[in-house]
C-alpha cells in the first residue's frame, strides 16, 4: 500500500547539477530517474516539474542587467532543458514519460491542458511539466503549486537537499530542530522560507499538503511514498 496515489513532485534544477557548478550531472539525474521508476512501479501516478537554476534564474540574470522578463523566459526555457534530460533519462529505464510545456513549443514538448496531464498520469505515464507557469515573475515552486492543484495531486513532495524544514537553516544555526509536522500558518508566523509566499499560499488556499524531505539521498522517495516518516509534512 502507498500512501498517495497521484503526487506532483517538485525537483530542483540546483540538485540537478550534482557536485557540478553548472548544467547536468549525468549520475544524479539518474538517480531521480532510478527513484521516480520506484514508485511508478508502485503504481504512483506521477507528474513532475523541474525547476531551472542550475542553468538559469531570471532574478540573477536582472542582477547581471538582463531585462527581467527575457531572463524569467531564459529561466523558463532552462527548465524545457532539463525537463528533456529526465524524459531521456526515463525512457532509458522503460518508463514512459511525457514533457507538456506551458509555452507553445512543438515539437519539442507537447501544449499543457489539463486533460492531456490527466489523460497521461492515468495511462501510467509520467508527466513532466515544464517551463513553469509559462509566465514571468513565477518560480518552478509556484508552477508545481498550479500544476499540483490542477491535477488534483494527493501532495506536493517538495524534493530538496535538506531533510526537511527546520526552526533555522541548520547550516547556520548548530541548535536549529526539524519539525516532522508544521501548519501553513505557523510557516507564515515563524517567517520560514520553504517555498515562495506565493506557492506556500496557493497550497494553503487549496489544500494541498506539502512534504518536504531530502531527494538527493537515493531511496527517500519510495520511503515517502510508503509512508515512512522522513522529511517535515506541511498541513492546514
Ligand atoms: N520561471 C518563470 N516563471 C515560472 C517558472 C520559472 O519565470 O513560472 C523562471 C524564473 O526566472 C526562475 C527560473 O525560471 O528563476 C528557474 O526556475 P527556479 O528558480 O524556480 O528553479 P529552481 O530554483 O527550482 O532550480
Known amino acids: 500500500m502507498t500512501a498517495y496515489k497521484r503526487v506532483l513532485l517538485k525537483l530542483s534544477g540546483e540538485s540537478l547539477m550534482g557536485q557540478q557548478e553548472y548544467g547536468i550531472d549525468q549520475k544524479r539525474l539518474t538517480e531521480y530517474a532510478e527513484q521516480i521508476k520506484e514508485i511508478t512501479d508502485l503504481g504512483v501516478q506521477v507528474g513532475i516539474v523541474i525547476g531551472g537554476g542550475n542553468i538559469f534564474r531570471g532574478l ?5 542587467g538582463f531585462d527581467r522578463v527575457k531572463g524569467d523566459q531564459m529561466g523558463m526555457l532552462a527548465t524545457v532543458i ?4 529526465l ?5 532509458a529505464l522503460g518508463v514512459k514519460s511525457r514533457v507538456l510545456t506551458a509555452i507553445r513549443m512543438e515539437p519539442v ?3 499543457y491542458s489539463k486533460d492531456k496531464a490527466i489523460e497521461t498520469l492515468e495511462k501510467g505515464e509520467v508527466a513532466i ?11 518552478t515552486d509556484t508552477g508545481s503549486s498550479l500544476r499540483g492543484i490542477e491535477i488534483e495531486a494527493d501532495v506536493m513532495l517538495k524534493g530538496t537537499r535538506v531533510d526537511g524544514i527546520y526552526t533555522a537553516d541548520p547550516e547556520k ?5 526539524k519539525f516532522d509536522k508544521i501548519s501553513f500558518d505557523e510557516i507564515y508566523n515563524r517567517g520560514l522560507k ?3 509566499l506565493t506557492a506556500t ?17 537515493v531511496g527517500n522517495l519510495k520511503k515517502v511514498i510508503t509512508g515512512e516518516n522522513i522529511g517535515t509534512l506541511v498541513h492546514l
Do not use: Q
Not at 524524459?87 to 525512457?91: Q, Y
Not at 499560499?201 to 539521498?217: A, Q, R, S
Open 194 to 196: 520553504v517555498m515562495d
Open 87 to 91: 524524459n531521456s533519462a526515463l525512457t
Open 109 to 111: 514538448g507537447e501544449f
Open 201 to 217: 499560499t496557493m497550497c494553503k488556499e487549496n489544500n494541498l499538503p506539502i512534504v518536504v524531505f531530502n531527494m538527493d539521498i
Open 82 to 85: 532539463n525537463s528533456l534530460a
Open 173 to 177: 544555526d548548530p541548535k536549529a530542530e
Open 129 to 139: 511539466f515544464s517551463a513553469g507557469t509559462g509566465n514571468p515573475y513565477f518560480t
Open 60 to 64: 540573477s540574470g536582472a542582477a547581471n
